[in-house]
């Protein structure tokens, strides 16, 4: 015989091997042994949670011969012959396939003729929210009155697709997604009849990662034995297979986040795609290990129900105490957003590289935590400043020691140069573009736009300033002696600048010469210096 799936050949056989749904398989059992059997059945639950397992059994109960405790004894032959899907009395219909009037017309035809062999005929119509709206119409009225020999089992994993007048004519059962720990021990019991070594912890991860799914989990966990084919499963091993992550990876990720490493953040993204990592099962998994961190930051008594080994809580709780609550929410949000995103992007990797920086980098969003979590890094910037202690003169940085310094040796030099004569202002136009170089370039295209003159008497450098200039310079002491002290180093000698108000063209300022005006005549000039 060929090879059969893990979930096929474990489907259960009896009520009591069903795993998680105690809720459904006790009803179920009550009504069959006190013989209070109804007429239609809605069975509704996300994928693998056992809605068609049960609905097979429920119909190999109804015609038992021989049922015990109201489950199939699986011996007789209504049993058998259902079991191997050869029996008249069970017709299973894909509603996404035949989803149309005519198909539930036949239906309607077939309800006519009693079974052959059994007690009831059992129609279980799978995905039946796949249904048109005329098919719909057309099953109403015989879902509300069938002949009494008919049982009508529907299965949908989305139960607000189907019209209340279907709701109303059915037995509504909800099936809950099934729990790690249960899909954990179910798998561990089929690994043991199987003869297959696993590690506990590959066992928990794949019921993990299963999400409440038994079909899934025994498909991933079908998958893992097979690549690794009469090894030990381990968990390493099942990181490999499944493309996925482990928490050391996240917290060495959410720690290059929290230190605004952009680069080595990028850098382990880098490492996770040449890995072959999925990208899509790793961002909702980072994103559950923020949902776990914000759970144990936030709520401790949340916290002791996680499904973490002693070791990752312990990484886990130290990882917490680091962050806040408005930075966790912030990166949960931006992830989430991201899981979207990621379904319809071209550039996956570009997309989850963008996020990344985003959660290193607060200034590139402008929303209302971003906000916050800027404040909070000031916050501890400014309390980090607080803490210092005030340091001596002498321990002070090199370079303020250095300004010091040389703003004294300015000071004893101005004190030794003599001050500048008329005549030695002369040489000083053809020197100007060297004094511009000595000052801030500001301060030096000021100059440049601005018309400086010598004054005859007091032997000085005037700076006229127009109206817009005037506002910048006109009491800017600093400024002033930053001109005088250029000067000084450029022409040896003391020369003092004073700022004036330009007066408006025509007004003459007898005391004042161009400071240009020996180069252009070209002839020497001489002043009394009395």
């Known amino acids: 015989m060929s090879y059969m ?10 009520f009591e091997e069903v795993k998680g749904q105690e809720h459904i398989v006790t009803t179920l059992k009550n009504q069959l042994m006190h013989d209070r059997i109804g007429h239609a059945y809605l069975f509704c639950g996300t994928r693998g949670t056992g809605k068609t397992t049960i609905a097979k059994l429920f119909a190999r109960a109804v015609n038992c ?44 035809d077939e309800v006519q003729y009693s079974p052959t062999e059994g007690r009831y005929k059992v129609y279980i119509i799978d995905e039946v929210h796949m249904l048109s709206i005329g098919a719909f119409n057309a099953l109403l009225k015989t879902l509300e009155e069938p002949p009494s020999y008919v049982i009508f089992i529907l299965a949908t994993t989305e139960a607000h697709k189907i019209p209340i007048t279907i709701l109303s004519r059915c037995q509504r059962y909800d099936f809950r997604r099934i729990s790690v720990e249960t899909i954990s021990d179910r ?25 409440g799914s038994m079909r899934d989990a025994l498909s991933l966990l079908d998958q893992c034995i097979a690549f690794y084919l009469g090894e030990t499963l381990t968990y390493e091993k099942c990181l490999d297979v499944l493309g996925a992550v ?10 290059a986040v929290e230190e605004k490493d952009v680069t080595g953040a990028v850098d382990m993204i880098d490492d996770i795609i040449w890995q072959g990592r999925e990208l899509g099962q790793f961002i909702t998994d980072f994103t559950w290990f923020m949902r776990n961190l914000l759970l144990i930051k936030s709520a401790k008594e949340s916290a002791s129900k996680l499904d973490l080994s002693k070791e990752n809580m312990e990484a886990m709780e130290q990882m917490a105490a680091g962050l806040s609550l408005d930075s966790l929410m912030r990166y949960i949000r931006i992830f989430s957003e991201l899981s979207n995103q990621i379904k319809y992007a071209g550039q996956k990797r570009v997309v989850l590289e963008l996020a990344v920086i985003k959660l290193c980098i607060p200034e590139m969003e402008r929303n209302y935590d971003s906000i916050l979590q800027r404040m909070e890094e000031l916050s501890r910037k400014v309390d980090s400043c607080m803490s210092r202690p005030v340091q001596p003169v002498a321990a002070r940085m090199p370079e303020v020691m250095e300004v010091e310094k040389k703003e004294e040796t300015l000071e004893d030099l101005k004190k030794t140069l003599p001050e500048a004569t008329v005549q030695e202002l002369q040489s000083i136009a053809s020197r100007r573009s060297e004094v511009f170089r000595q000052l801030e370039p500001a301060l030096s295209g000021l100059l440049r ?13 005037v700076v006229l300033l127009d109206e817009k200039n005037q506002g910048l310079l006109q009491n800017n002491e600093e400024d002033r002696k930053a001109i005088e002290d250029a000067f000084m180093k450029v022409t040896q000698r003391q020369i003092s600048v004073e700022f004036r108000k330009q007066m408006p063209k025509g007004s003459m300022q007898q005391d004042l010469v161009r400071m240009d005006i020996f180069e252009e005549m070209n002839i020497p000039v001489e002043y009394d210096d009395n």
């Open 65 to 108: 011969e021989q049922p015990v405790m109201g489950s199939p004894c699986g011996t007789c032959p209504s049993c058998r012959s259902i079991a191997e899907g050869s029996s008249m009395n069970v017709i299973e219909i894909d509603a996404a396939s035949n989803n149309g009037v005519d198909n539930i017309r036949e239906i309607r």
């Open 5 to 14: 799936a893990l979930y096929r050949k474990w489907r259960p056989d009896t």
């Open 187 to 211: 798998l561990s019991d089929l690994m043991e009849r199987e003869g297959q070594q696993v590690e506990k912890k590959a066992v928990d991860y794949i019921a993990r990662v299963a999400d």
């Open 246 to 255: 482990d928490i050391e990876v996240f917290i060495r990720l959410l720690k």
């Open 449 to 461: 736009t601005s018309d400086v003159r010598i004054n005859k008497e007091k032997r000085s450098i």
